[in-house]
């Protein structure tokens, strides 16, 4: 029961997160003031830590290690590459990188999604 509980907290936490970053990067883009609210800066990291300890946990209850399971390593690889490419896309200096980032940024959240949904790191084969 608490696994399942768990699961749906993940799945509820990563729609909320994307959710937001979807927001805050069309209102970064769009040059949109409440971007810069203090509460819009800090919520997303609230979010995100409570999106990634739930999935530790997940992780640790299926007793699931990134060195021995090829599904969980590629989804922190892509994990990392979303946190990178999110970081450009709202500090990046010129507009373009902040365009490119902000859209391979969403390609690699989906990539993660698609790996935890098929539990296969290579999802185009």
């Given at each position: ?23 805050r ?21 609230v ?32 994990l ?46």
């Open positions: 029961m608490a696994y399942l509980w768990l699961k749906t907290a993940h799945m509820v936490l990563a729609t909320v997160s994307i959710s937001g970053f979807l927001l990067g069309a209102g970064r883009l769009g040059g949109r003031s409440w971007v810069r609210r203090r509460w819009v800066r800090i919520a997303p990291h979010i995100d830590t409570l999106f990634l300890v739930s999935g530790v946990t997940l992780a640790w209850i299926l007793g699931a290690s990134p060195l021995n399971t090829d599904w969980l390593a590629a989804k922190i690889a892509g990392v590459a979303y946190i990178l490419l999110g970081i450009l896309a709202f500090r990046g200096r010129r507009r373009g990188l902040r365009v490119v980032s902000f859209v391979l940024a969403l390609a690699a959240f989906g990539y993660v999604v698609l790996v935890a949904f098929s539990k296969r790191p290579g999802i185009w084969i």
